[in-house]
């Protein structure tokens, strides 16, 4: 860090020394006009004391710039903006003064002689360090304007990229019926969702939530929807394919990263669900007569250690049931008063629904419901929901 400091530094001293020449000729052209008589030694001995001006202004900017606001600038100041501000303009004014001394010294030794001279030069000094100011902040706006237009337009396409993993048409089954939606709180969403074939009529269910926001997040997300489809048709056991996710999560994913992932295969013509949990929301089976199973076998969250197990159980599924998986930007979106949706809420949300309700329709209207209690409030985190149902 600190070597891009004084790298940084020397780029914009760099910058600055070959800069300042151009920056003297329009002053050089409006003291010559003002104080000459329109000839061209008048406009030259101008623009030479404009020159020194120029270096000295420029020198002192350039210090406060990389010792001062430099080192922090952006969404991380030192110091408040209007002091950042005072500072400019206090150290233009110095250095209008420093310059003056330097040009009694040289081309001019009646520059600071009386004290009309030296308010004079307090006055000019005072009406151009404002302009420097303004020039340096309205530079420094500008560049932050363009480097947030470039972070916008690269979100914006990894946000493309990403909703091209996820799935929108949904494979059609005789026995059974797939749907699944995220809405994403930022241009990226760290959770993702897969249905993906495995052979002898079964599939894999996969839905995760990665710790975190924004690319990193996605970056890990995308990760591991690869790595559960190179296993979803070598692989037979949803633990031993948690267990490889695991080990991948711990060698590649920066440290702290870790996600939580439930993974179901799903014997569509014996319309059974084999399921391991890694520390996610615990899906849930809703059963015709008000019966309610939690999918909660499992372990830890992937990406915490190594060697951690993962255990498998099985569910049969029965004619009408609906599995509801979701993450927890479901159950903890928070309303006005700061109270979370919570599990319970979605539970009763789902019994309210009518019975033969299609999967689709079923998000739908848990996502209205979710997004009543939210009110006009965004939701905080990413929201994702995916139901299976088993039609009559």
């Known amino acids: 860090m600190a070597n891009e400091r004084v790298q940084s530094g020397l780029r914009g001293l760099l910058r600055m020394l070959w800069r300042q020449p151009l920056w003297a000729i329009p002053f050089a052209l409006f003291f010559g006009t003002m104080f000459g008589h329109g000839k061209l030694r008048d406009y030259w001995g101008a623009y ?73 030069v307090g006055m ?50 005789p026995r059974l019926e797939v749907h699944a939606i995220n809405v994403s709180s930022r241009e990226v969403s760290g959770d993702f969702y897969d249905v993906v074939p495995a052979g002898d009529g079964s599939f894999l269910l996969a839905i995760a939530d990665v710790s975190g926001k924004g690319v990193p997040a996605a970056l890990l997300s995308s990760m591991l929807q690869a790595s559960l489809r190179t296993q979803a048709t070598s692989v037979t056991s949803v633990a031993e394919i948690l267990r490889n996710v ?17 993974l179901a295969r799903v014997d569509e013509p014996r319309l059974r669900l084999a399921y391991s949990n890694a520390g996610h929301n615990w899906p849930i089976v809703f059963r015709r007569g008000g019966e309610r199973v939690t999918l909660d076998r499992g372990g830890t969250v992937v990406g915490i250690l190594a060697d951690t197990p993962f255990e498998e159980a099985v569910v ?3 004619s009408g049931d609906r ?5 927890d930007g479901i159950s903890e979106a928070a309303n006005a008063t700061g109270e ?23 998000i739908e209207g848990l996502l209205a419901d979710v997004r009543g209690w939210l009110g006009k409030l ?15």
Do not use: K
């Open 48 to 120: 030479q004391i404009s020159l020194i001006f120029a270096y000295v202004i420029g020198l002192v900017i350039w210090a406060i710039e990389t010792f001062i606001a430099g080192p922090r600038r952006g969404n991380r100041r030192a110091f408040p903006l209007w002091v950042e501000i005072l500072c400019f303009t206090a150290g233009s004014l110095i250095a209008s003064y420093l310059a003056a001394i330097v040009t009694s010294l040289t081309l001019m030794p009646d520059m600071l002689r009386g004290g009309r001279a030296i308010a004079m």
């Open 316 to 318: 049969e599924l029965r």
């Open 378 to 392: 965004e939701a905080g985190d990413d929201m994702t929901l995916m139901v299976l149902r088993v039609l009559d």
């Open 340 to 362: 979370l949706y919570g599990d319970d809420r979605l539970i009763a949300a789902v019994e309210r629904l009518p019975d033969g309700l299609s999967a689709q329709d079923t």
């Open 124 to 173: 000019f000094g005072l009406i151009f360090s404002v302009l420097v100011t303004a020039i340096v902040y309205s530079l420094i706006f500008y560049r932050q304007a363009l480097e947030r237009a470039r972070s916008d337009q690269e979100l914006n396409m990894a946000r493309r990229i990403q909703r091209g993993f996820l799935l929108s048409q949904f494979p059609a089954m």
């Open 323 to 327: 599995v509801v998986f979701y993450t």
């Open 246 to 262: 695991n080990r991948l999560v711990n060698g590649s994913a920066s440290p702290g990263q870790f996600a939580t992932f439930f």
